[in-house]
């Protein structure tokens, strides 16, 4: 028996392929390799180059291999992007849920821990977010997120599948050296590429309705974010019911300048950030309680902000050594 991983080679994805891996399970490593590298997947897992949107091969994949459960990763997460690229948004999260869940009907696996997104619940009218927190989500993306939540509620009604869905926040942070967060679109990335090139970091606004102006998030460290992903996995194989929906995130929010001045601190380089104009789909403030996914699944919290800004800036500079 074996768990598959969708979106193996990106970021989350290995860190989440290499938990399940160093605890003795056997991994079934899914990705395109279009945003992704092979070289993050654990040694010992099996690689299969597949687009989740391909139902038959991986209808394929799970009977060969004894698939009985799927962390599904795979997708496009870029909320500003999507604005600009709807279409991408969609065809690969709603379209490639569909095709996953066809392949796991197929292949009668019965269990899934999907990642959603805090995107959502768009800009929530609560200082902190719950589960009961009505969703409405302001991009593409965090449209395609939701209608996966919704495509495997439907399933699991029709199917019997037993699901479990995490909507997070912004993952930062190394678990292993060897993985880095490269997209050129997250926080962290752009922050030490800005910085590698002896550019100035950009702020893409400063007008919110926040204690300094700029954005708010709720920010996880990867590992931990992989462990609770694994935690899930283990509940479902166990039999243990799980709510439908769980929040990860700390309760508590650090703005983009607080980033910022911690990014100074670790990196010993001194800048003063460029400020941008606002990005269209980015909602000012978002913070999360995650008391369910600690009464449930073990969730904590075991990393400092400043864990998190040192641990990514060492993983990027040995990706980019």
Not at 122 to 148: H, N, Q
Not at 296 to 311: C, F, K, Q, R, V
């Amino acid at each position: 028996m074996s768990w598959m991983v969708t979106g193996a080679a990106g970021y989350i994805g290995s860190h989440v392929a290499h938990t399940l891996h160093g605890r003795g399970r056997e991994v079934v490593a899914v990705d395109n390799l279009s945003t992704g590298h092979r070289a993050f997947v654990p040694e010992g897992a099996v690689w299969v180059a597949c687009d989740v949107r391909d139902a038959r091969q991986l209808t394929e994949v799970m009977r060969h291999h004894d698939v009985t459960g799927v962390i599904h990763l795979a997708g496009f997460k870029y909320a500003g992007l999507s604005v600009k690229e709807p279409l991408r948004a969609y065809q690969d999260n709603v379209h490639g849920t569909m095709g996953l869940l066809q392949a796991m009907t197929d292949a009668e696996v019965r269990m899934l821990v999907f990642s959603s997104s805090a995107a959502t619940y768009g800009t929530p009218s609560e200082e902190v977010v719950t589960e009961r927190t009505p969703v409405r989500p302001e991009s593409p993306y965090g449209e395609s997120k939701l209608i996966g939540e919704w495509l495997i509620a439907d399933q699991g009604r029709a199917t019997g599948l037993r699901h479990t869905s995490l909507r997070y926040f912004n993952v930062v942070g190394a678990g292993r050296r060897e993985v880095a967060d490269t997209s050129p679109h997250n926080l962290f990335p752009r922050i030490f590429s800005a910085l590698d090139q002896g550019r100035s970091p950009k702020i893409f606004g400063t007008d919110y309705p926040t204690s300094d102006g700029t954005c708010v998030r709720d920010y996880v460290h990867v590992q931990d974010l992989a462990d609770v992903h694994v935690a899930a996995a283990d509940c479902l194989e166990a039999g243990i019911e799980l709510d439908p929906i769980y929040n990860i995130g700390s309760g508590t929010g650090t703005s983009v300048a607080e980033i910022m001045s911690v990014m100074k601190k670790v990196t010993g380089i001194p800048f003063d950030a460029e400020v941008c104009p606002r990005r269209p789909g980015d909602p000012s403030r978002i913070v999360a309680d995650g008391a369910a996914a600690r009464r449930d699944l073990g969730w904590a919290m075991s990393h400092s902000l400043e864990e998190m800004a040192a641990s990514s800036w060492d993983a990027w500079r040995r990706f980019h050594r």
